[in-house]
Structures are given as structure tokens and as C-alpha cells.
């Protein structure tokens, strides 16, 4: 049982936490399964301008996986991966993973149902912590949970993408930042406030996959917002429970 799954996920041979991109396409054009698919959203995502990018999302938990099968939905087509843990039985409740998925590792999990929605998209998987050697795309989706991690990766990643949206969820009050411009690169690092300040427990600690699935969308409509040429929104608040939605 345990082969027959690991081959249906596509895992690499001999364990290899890495994967170059994948080109799932034949002859390099994009199968007819999709060619039409786009039609309902043309005129809220530029298709040209977004198979133009490559996208970065590091992190697979509750958010983090929501982005990346949202990507793969609207038609990102260079989508790169990054996690280092493994699928557990609670993330079957707050993250969406497959009870078969159990073990495996959550970028290869994630992969094969990015692929389910569109095989034509280039996969690239790094199991892995994200580690400044690492190259990143020109949208980043930082979906990691705490502040420290984020503070580190934006100051390795912050001179080499054009476009950045941190996820962050406490329970049912989510927060999305973007950042495109400089006057955004100057306010975002003020988000990162010392460890002491924040709130007890992890930002996942307590959460749900319906409040993740609304964070993930929030995150893409800014990146819609952006390949649009509309100005994006740097600091959204939705706290679910209070109906209290904020724009700063």
C-alpha cells in the first residue's frame, strides 16, 4: 500500500528533497484539458502577465497550501515549493491533506494536487526550510509561523522579489500584508515585532481551514490587484467572529 501511494504522489527517486522544474506540457504547449478554463476570471487576472511570473510559497501549513492550490486554480504556471515537515494526522483537519497523505512530505503532497488541478504547471519542490542560498521567484507568499522566521526570510528575500504577501491567522482574525513599493519596504519591517510582544502560541496554534482558505484568497486578490496595476492594499485585517473587515 505504502508504494502504491508514494507512486501515485509522484515522489523522486531515492528520497531527493529537491526537484527541478517540471514540464508536464507536450512539446512545451499547454494540454487542451485547459485551454478554455480561463474564461470566467480574464478579466480580474491577467493571464499574459501571470504566466510572465514565478511564484515563491514557503511554507505549506493551513495557509500556505491553500495559496499554492489557489495558484494552481487561477493559472500561475511556474510555481516553486518550500517546506521541510511532513503531513501529520491534525493537518488533515486544519490544512486539507488526505488521510493517505500521512508521512508524506507536504511539498510532494501539495505538488501532485497542483498537478491534479492543472498538469501543464511547472513544479518546482524544495523539502526544506527556505535558506538564503535558495533562489526565489518574483511573487513570494510567506506562510510560515512566527515572526522571527518571517523577519529572517524577508531580509534575505526583500532586494530579490517584486512582489511579497505575508499570511498570518490567530484563530479566526486573519492579517495579510503586500508589499510592492517602497514605501511598503519601509513600513513592513515595523510588522515584526519582537517575539515578547506577540501573542501566546504559534500563529497556527488555533486554527481552521475555512479562516485559511479566506487568508490564501486574500493574498492572491493582492497579487491580482498587482499584475492589474492597481494599488495593493499593504495592511488587511478580517476578524471573522466580529464581522470587522480593515484596510490600513
Not at 478554455?36 to 487576472?45: A, G, I, W, Y
Not at 489557489?70 to 504556471?77: S, V
Not at 532586494?159 to 513599493?181: H, K, N, Q, S, Y
Not at 501566546?200 to 490587484?225: E, F, K, N, P
Request: hydrophobic content about 40%; charged content about 20%; aromatic content about 8%.
Amino acid at each position: 500500500m505504502t508504494q502504491q501511494i508514494l507512486a501515485e504522489l509522484a515522489l523522486p527517486p531515492g528520497g531527493l528533497t529537491t526537484s527541478p522544474w517540471d514540464d508536464n506540457s507536450v512539446g512545451g504547449e499547454p494540454s487542451s484539458l485547459g485551454a478554455d478554463r480561463f474564461v470566467r476570471q480574464q478579466t480580474l487576472v491577467p493571464q499574459t502577465r501571470l504566466q510572465d511570473i514565478r511564484a515563491t510559497v514557503i511554507g505549506l501549513g493551513a495557509i500556505g497550501r491553500q495559496v499554492a492550490l489557489q495558484l494552481a486554480a487561477i493559472g500561475c504556471r511556474k510555481v516553486q515549493l518550500f517546506d521541510f515537515d511532513q503531513v501529520d494526522h491534525t493537518n488533515r483537519t486544519t490544512q486539507g491533506y488526505a488521510c493517505r497523505e500521512v508521512g508524506i512530505a507536504k511539498v510532494w503532497a501539495t505538488r501532485t494536487q497542483m498537478l491534479a488541478i492543472d498538469p501543464d504547471i511547472r513544479v518546482e519542490v524544495v523539502e526544506d526550510r527556505y535558506r538564503p542560498k535558495y533562489a526565489v521567484g518574483d511573487a513570494v507568499f510567506c506562510c510560515v509561523d512566527s515572526i522571527s522566521a518571517r523577519a529572517a526570510i524577508w531580509r534575505s528575500v526583500e532586494p530579490r522579489c517584486r512582489f511579497w504577501a505575508d499570511g498570518r491567522m490567530l484563530g479566526e482574525t486573519i492579517r495579510v500584508l503586500a508589499v510592492t513599493d517602497a514605501s511598503a519596504r519601509n513600513r513592513y519591517p515595523q510588522t515584526l515585532f519582537a517575539p515578547s510582544e506577540a501573542q501566546q502560541g504559534r500563529c497556527t496554534s488555533r486554527s481552521t481551514i475555512y479562516a485559511a482558505g479566506i487568508a490564501a484568497g486574500l493574498m492572491l486578490h493582492q497579487l491580482a490587484r498587482w499584475l492589474r496595476d492597481l494599488p495593493v492594499d499593504f495592511d488587511t485585517t478580517f476578524n471573522l467572529l466580529a464581522g470587522e473587515y480593515t484596510v490600513l
